[in-house]
């Protein structure tokens, strides 16, 4: 069994920044790919970014620059460090874990930025 956990969602002014967690537990392999999607309120959701355990990242093109998606596999936990935050950043940030043909995701972590 897999969970896998988000931390760090809050609320911030346009233009500054928070650093979400998510730590994963229970049968984790060492190969794997951890990530970020979000869902904004009435919109699909969409993938943020990716990491792979050998550490390959992998961004959508319109957070390139602002957000940096890092990991500690000792933890089996990634981050995702947002800067210069924007209104149309508000979402729900959830986190995966993808191993063995399968996806777990976390539950989300709600992320507000106020302008």
């Known amino acids: 069994q897999v969970q896998v956990v988000e931390s760090g969602g809050g609320l911030v002014q346009a233009g500054g920044s928070l650093r979400l967690s998510c730590a994963a537990s229970?049968?984790?392999?060492?190969?794997?790919?951890m990530g970020w999607y979000r869902q904004a309120p009435g919109k699909q959701r969409e993938l943020v970014a990716t990491?792979?355990?050998?550490?390959?990242?992998n961004y959508v093109d319109s957070m390139k620059g602002r957000f940096t998606i890092s990991r500690d596999n000792a933890k089996n936990t990634v981050y995702l460090q947002m800067n210069n935050l924007k209104p149309e950043d508000t979402a729900v940030y959830y986190c995966?874990?993808?191993?063995?043909?399968?996806?777990?995701w976390g539950r989300g972590t709600q992320v507000t930025v106020s302008s």
């Open positions: 229970g049968s984790i392999f060492s190969v794997n790919v």
């Open positions: 995966t874990l993808r191993q063995s043909m399968h996806t777990y």
């Open positions: 990491i792979t355990s050998g550490g390959s990242t």
